[in-house]
């Protein structure tokens, strides 16, 4: 089984196995000029502040006794995110209907909510967030719960860029602990790192380990065609602990700066199997800094197909050692044509930065910016050169989304806590209510746990004696949280419960 078929994404589709709802909404914040701290390799020119600190770090052994001052200092900055999809079912009375059209039976539709759940990290005090794109792509709402307060917020998308796995998230809040970014281009094999999520939904969790190797790709590197399918593949492998609901969670070093996005596993079983794959965090910023200059990632573009090397094809084109990427193809009229690549060309470093393999350099020229130049060693017939290349852009930019995919967080709540619920008078000895016949398994309700058979007794404190009271206090109610206290039968009695139901999110 290859890489790729091996590779399992963190995030799957996983139902949560308890309900969330919104607790409150957020003041509005404006985004702040820049702010770049201690050796930043480059600035967002009118984006929101980001930290990043690019020294070196400190790789003298240590007790390890404990990590918890490290722990204190990035915790805060870890969010959970949790998504929701509306998945529609059309439901027939003849089952064959589907197949063969019956123009008496046309169906009926229901709505189910299917939970997603990821990680994200917390990048300006003003409300930005970073995560993983497969975390949030293609979700109708998000939610982003905040770790001191455990406040959550809805949150409207920025920016989705599906080739690195790499989203922009935002909420309106304001002095939020941010994040310091590290640079993952001084990582080293052997570095200890933590890995910072909420696996499984059970809640904020820490995990130690090294970085187990850099540059590494889940394409099938014996696939000849594999080239036509990579995307931008330079992952950080480590063994800290990673599973689902991670995905998107802060990877950090051991002074606590962010140096990775936690994205993918390879397992046997789905759980974690001490390999587990993260984004660089050098290769999201380029990301999050092409949505705040000028809401697009344009990427450097040099026109050449590519293969990695091994020791015989190094020898055979007189490179020095099966490091660097094998040039196969020069696009007509390309940046590298017209620099003077050409097809067996072995590029060992651009701009002086070593380059391990194909997918390496892919990467390292998807970080330039379109229209600069880039300075390539080469060793052509086993003879260094050295030539300089005015990178275009590749084509298939990414750009940020023009509107909210989600319900901006200052609407006004317009759901109903009893949307998508069937109810009837309940009378039994001392117990009046609404009893619940029906629950669509895509309203609110159901998702913050109401079920078939409860019997609705309060709602927002106020005594309900029959359906009409449920109905009408649920459509008048316009908090953000309705409160039903409802009694359910078990065997050999009952129990009373209480249940809140976000009136925020749109049932569909």
């Known amino acids: 089984m290859n890489a790729r078929a091996r590779a399992l994404s963190i995030f799957q589709n996983m139902k949560l196995t308890r309900s969330f709802v919104g607790l409150s909404a957020a003041a509005l914040a404006v985004a702040a000029a820049i702010v770049v701290a201690h050796h930043a390799a480059s600035a967002v020119e009118n984006g929101p502040a980001i930290r990043v600190d690019s020294t070196p770090i400190n790789r003298d052994v240590r007790s390890g006794n404990s990590y918890s001052p490290i722990v204190k200092k990035i915790a805060p900055s870890v969010v959970n995110i949790y998504s929701t999809r509306f998945v529609k079912q059309r439901l027939y009375r003849n089952p064959w209907s589907q197949f063969f059209p019956d123009p008496s039976d046309d169906g009926r539709e229901i709505t189910s909510r299917d939970n997603w759940l990821g990680s994200g990290m917390i990048v300006t005090p003003d409300g930005y967030i970073l995560t993983a794109n497969h975390v949030v792509e293609g979700a109708d709402e998000i939610k982003v719960a905040i770790q001191n307060d455990k406040t959550e917020y809805a949150a409207k998308v920025i920016g989705l860029d599906p080739p690195t796995d790499v989203a922009i998230l935002k909420i309106e809040a304001k002095n939020l602990p941010a994040v310091t970014l590290g640079d993952s281009d001084q990582l080293e094999v052997g570095d200890v790192v933590l890995a910072i999520g909420n696996p499984f939904g059970i809640g ?122 094998l040039v196969t193809e020069v696009g007509p009229d390309s940046p590298a044509a017209k620099a003077g690549v050409m097809s067996g060309d072995v590029i060992v470093a651009v701009n002086d930065k070593e380059i391990t393999g194909a997918d390496n350099l892919i990467v390292t020229v998807s970080q330039l910016h379109p229209g600069s130049q880039a300075k390539l060693k080469i060793y052509r017939n086993g003879t260094p050169k050295t030539m300089v290349v005015t990178l275009g852009e590749k084509p298939g930019t990414t750009r940020a989304l023009a509107k909210p995919s989600v319900l901006p967080v200052n609407e006004k709540p317009k759901a109903d806590a009893l949307d998508g619920v069937g109810v009837e008078d309940f009378t039994a000895n001392d117990l009046k209510g609404a009893i619940v016949t029906d629950v669509n398994g895509g309203s609110n309700a159901y998702d913050a746990g109401l079920r078939r058979r409860d019997v609705i007794v309060e709602i927002n404190h106020q005594p309900i004696a029959s359906a009409d009271d449920a109905v009408k206090l649920g459509h008048a109610a316009r908090s953000q949280d309705i409160l039903l206290k409802i009694w359910r039968p078990m065997r050999g009695g009952g129990v009373t419960r209480f249940v809140s139901v976000d009136n925020t999110k749109r049932t569909k």
């Open 204 to 325: 904020q969790t820490v995990t130690r380990g090294i970085i187990s190797a850099l540059g590494r790709s889940l394409s099938d590197p014996n696939d000849f065609n594999a080239y036509r399918r990579r995307q931008y593949e330079d992952f950080i492998q480590t063994d800290a602990a990673i599973n689902q609901g991670n995905s998107g969670g802060a990877l950090v070093d051991a002074e606590g700066r962010l140096i990775g996005i936690n994205d993918a596993i390879v397992s046997p079983s789905g759980a974690s199997a001490g390999i587990g794959f993260a984004v660089p965090i050098n290769l999201a910023r380029s990301v999050m800094e092409g949505f705040f200059n000028g809401g697009k990632v344009a990427r450097g573009f040099l026109g050449i197909d590519l293969q990695d090397i091994d020791a015989g094809l190094a020898r055979g084109f007189g490179a020095p050692s099966a490091n660097g990427a």
